[in-house]
């Protein structure tokens, strides 16, 4: 087999270069954010990471064979990024198809985008290593129309899977689990956390500064149906037994909320958030349980799970700015 002649080596690494780049991207944000736009980043996001897959063969048959012919001594390097790809490719597949979920902590999205991480320093070595590297200049028409078909295919392939797939997933790509079905919902957590032991009776909880007894909320909670879509890739709705927070407080008169979480685990939301969160107590009128956030929990509607913060502590209105903290926790 001969590479295809107007597909050339160059034009190929082009438009792997744009796919990878373009997947990294859309992935993050399609993964940290909660609202509908969210949705065709993550359309383009499996488009990106399908076309990859698409190119493949002419990477094979172009510079990889031509590569390692030349038997550098960092081709080992550019190996191991080769089965980086393929193995983030293979989970992004297998955690949109359903196909395999993972093994608890270690979801198959999870997995995906821890060695997506890893990868990512690998691109940039591998390009800017080499001498010929891509330049805008290689995309001419011919790259484009390699580009377009390449698209193409990975357009088919997501439809078919699409079809395959059926409707139990979220915008974001999760699949649903446990709606309305408290016992079953799994609990989860984002890197290192744990479920402190608190009885109930002992639990203090101040908002703004001032003390809010858990009866208080226990008898004016009423239900209120949200989304919980964990970074793991699950969705599961619920009917959570929960007060609006700006029941709880005055008029916030600082920019930022931060709600912080017995644990210490935190998070800071801008205060015209507000409106839009609530505390949940318990689910389908049973308490929380205690890996959901018992005895209270932020319901965060439209935002990711690691925003519903569970055994929520404290709330406090803050001048430190909302985005003024990692995008991600990091505990
Ligand atoms: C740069 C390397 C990456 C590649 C090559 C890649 C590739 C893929 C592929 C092929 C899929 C399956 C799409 C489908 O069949 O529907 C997928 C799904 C997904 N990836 Fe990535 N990905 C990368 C990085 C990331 C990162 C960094 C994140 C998040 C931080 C991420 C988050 C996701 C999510 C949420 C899905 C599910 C989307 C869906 O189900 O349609 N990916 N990825
Ligand atoms: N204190 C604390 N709250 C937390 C987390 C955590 O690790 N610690 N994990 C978050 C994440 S990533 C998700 S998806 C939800 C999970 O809620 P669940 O365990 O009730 O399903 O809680 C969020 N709240
Ligand atoms: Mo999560």
Same mark, same amino acid.
């Given at each position: 087999?001969?590479?295809?002649?107007?597909?050339?080596?160059?034009?190929?690494?082009?438009?792997?270069?744009?796919?990878?780049?373009?997947?990294?991207?859309?992935?993050?944000?399609?993964?940290?954010?909660?609202? *509908?736009?969210?949705?065709?980043?993550?359309?383009?996001?499996?488009?990106?990471?399908?076309?990859?897959?698409?190119?493949?063969?002419?990477?094979?048959?172009?510079?990889?064979?031509?590569?390692?012919?030349?038997?550098?001594?960092?081709?080992?390097?550019?190996?191991?990024?080769?089965?980086?790809?393929?193995?983030?490719?293979?989970? +992004?597949?297998?955690?949109?198809?359903?196909?395999?979920?993972?093994? +608890?902590?270690?979801?198959?999205?999870?997995?995906?985008?821890?060695?997506?991480?890893?990868?990512?320093?690998?691109?940039?070595?591998?390009?800017?290593?080499?001498? +010929?590297?891509?330049?805008?200049?290689?995309?001419?028409?011919?790259?484009?129309?390699?580009?377009?078909?390449?698209?193409?295919?990975?357009?088919?392939?997501? *439809?078919?899977?699409?079809?395959?797939?059926?409707?139990?997933?979220?915008?974001?790509?999760?699949?649903?689990?446990?709606?309305?079905?408290?016992?079953?919902?799994?609990?989860?957590?984002?890197?290192?956390?744990?479920?402190?032991?608190?009885?109930?009776?002992?639990?203090?909880?101040?908002?703004?500064?001032?003390?809010?007894?858990?009866?208080?909320?226990?008898?004016?909670?009423?239900?209120?149906?949200?989304?919980?879509?964990?970074?793991?890739?699950?969705?599961?709705?619920?009917?959570?037994?929960?007060?609006?927070?700006?029941?709880?407080?005055?008029?916030?008169?600082?920019?930022?909320?931060?709600?912080?979480?017995?644990?210490?685990?935190?998070?800071?939301?801008?205060?015209?958030?507000?409106?839009?969160?609530?505390?949940?107590?318990?689910?389908?009128?049973?308490?929380?349980?205690?890996?959901?956030?018992?005895?209270?929990?932020?319901?965060?509607? +439209?935002?990711?799970?690691?925003?519903?913060?569970?055994?929520?502590?404290?709330?406090?209105?803050?001048?430190?700015?909302?985005?003024?903290?990692?995008?991600?926790?990091?505990?």
């Amino acid at each position: 087999m001969t590479t295809t002649r107007w597909l050339t080596p160059r034009r190929v690494d082009l438009l792997l270069a744009i796919s990878v780049t373009v997947a990294a991207v859309t992935g993050l944000v399609s993964w940290g954010v909660g609202s *509908g736009w969210a949705r065709w980043v993550t359309i383009i996001h499996a488009l990106a990471g399908l076309s990859l897959l698409a190119l493949a063969p002419a990477k094979l048959r172009g510079s990889v064979r031509t590569g390692l012919k030349r038997r550098r001594a960092t081709r080992w390097l550019s190996m191991l990024l080769g089965v980086l790809v393929t193995a983030t490719v293979t989970l +992004g597949i297998l955690h949109a198809t359903g196909l395999w979920h993972g093994v +608890g902590y270690w979801s198959a999205l999870w997995t995906h985008v821890l060695l997506a991480a890893l990868l990512a320093p690998l691109v940039v070595w591998h390009i800017a290593s080499r001498p +010929g590297r891509p330049r805008v200049t290689d995309l001419d028409r011919r790259a484009l129309a390699g580009g377009g078909l390449a698209l193409a295919a990975a357009g088919a392939a997501y *439809g078919v899977q699409q079809l395959a797939v059926g409707d139990n997933r979220r915008f974001t790509g999760s699949h649903e689990i446990a709606s309305f079905n408290p016992s079953e919902m799994p609990t989860t957590m984002w890197l290192n956390d744990r479920s402190p032991r608190v009885s109930a009776s002992d639990w203090e909880l101040t908002i703004a500064g001032r003390p809010v007894e858990l009866a208080t909320l226990r008898e004016t909670a009423r239900p209120l149906e949200a989304d919980l879509d964990c970074t793991g890739g699950w969705w599961s709705r619920q009917s959570w037994d929960a007060v609006p927070l700006a029941e709880l407080m005055p008029e916030v008169d600082r920019p930022t909320l931060e709600v912080t979480s017995l644990t210490g685990y935190s998070r800071l939301f801008p205060a015209r958030d507000a409106p839009n969160l609530y505390l949940a107590v318990g689910y389908s009128g049973e308490p929380l349980r205690r890996g959901h956030g018992a005895p209270v929990r932020l319901v965060a509607p +439209g935002r990711r799970g690691f925003w519903w913060v569970k055994w929520v502590s404290r709330i406090e209105p803050v001048d430190r700015p909302w985005w003024l903290q990692l995008p991600f926790p990091l505990e």
